[in-house]
T-cell receptor, first 116, second 107 residues
Framework: GAVVSQHPSWVICKSGTSVKIECRSLDFQATTMFWYRQFPKQSLMLMATSNEGSKATYEQGVEKDKFLINHASLTLSTLTVTSAHPEDSSFYIC????????????FGDGTRLSIL | QQQVKQSPQSLIVQKGGISIINCAYENTAFDYFPWYQQFPGKGPALLIAIRPDVSEKKEGRFTISFNKSAKQFSLHIMDSQPGDSATYFCALYALNFGKGTSLLVTP
């Protein structure tokens, strides 16, 4: 079946570092990708919607300059957490949707980000 | 932002029993109602989804029921197994997620 690959699965870095997370659709073309944040034992919170070739649409309260999203191709979207601080530590998950009709969402396995 | 209200927050079911999770929504603009299953440390996986033109959809042990007039949809897991122990989320499309239900199926 369709697979979404997210990399890295786990990253630890120092405060002030920028971290890039990749989300790839492996066997289908994704016109739309979504980025979520999930805190322990909580639900997924949509951060932004990314459409190939256009600027991402951010949800209210999400800092555009902090969370840079690039959707350069139909198979790749990246989330860069700029100048990360401990409060940015979280589980980040991407999902991708195919081209046609009511295609289901396919989720990556998430990236555990820990900022020291 | 559209809201979905999911219940119960947690559920304990004996092996072989029926697990029932409910979701209520406010906005009727969406026409795709999925349920996701998430294991610890993993991303959610689509379990089953329904369009509002049908009232029920069954896939194996999983059944989703949809009540358009009541703005509710539910997930039924028949013959629940310990391997079904996970967190389940309902969603409006993939934009607004319920708070999740932690299901524990005891042997």
């Amino acid at each position: 079946g369709a697979v979404v690959s997210q990399h890295p699965s786990w990253v630890i870095c120092k405060s002030g570092t920028s971290v890039k997370i990749e989300c790839r659709s492996l066997d289908f073309q994704a016109t739309t990708m979504f980025w979520y944040r999930q805190f322990p034992k909580q639900s997924l919170m949509l951060m932004a919607t990314s459409n190939e070739g256009s600027k991402a649409t951010y949800e209210q309260g999400v800092e555009k300059d902090k969370f840079l999203i690039n959707h350069a191709s139909l198979t790749l979207s990246t989330l860069t957490v700029t100048s990360a601080h401990p409060e940015d530590s979280s589980f980040y998950i991407c999902s991708a949707r195919g081209l046609r009709g009511y295609q289901p969402q396919h989720f990556g396995d998430g990236t555990r980000l820990s900022i020291l | 932002q559209q809201q979905v209200k999911q219940s119960p927050q947690s559920l304990i079911v004996q092996k072989g029993g029926i697990s029932i999770i409910n979701c209520a929504y406010e906005n009727t603009a969406f026409d795709y109602f999925p349920w996701y299953q998430q294991f610890p440390g993993k991303g959610p996986a689509l379990l089953i989804a329904i369009r509002p033109d049908v009232s029920e959809k069954k896939e194996g042990r999983f059944t989703i029921s949809f009540n358009k007039s009541a703005k509710q949809f539910s997930l039924h897991i028949m013959d629940s197994q310990p391997g079904d122990s996970a967190t389940y989320f309902c969603a409006l499309y993939a934009l607004n997620f319920g708070k999740g239900t932690s299901l524990l199926v005891t042997p």
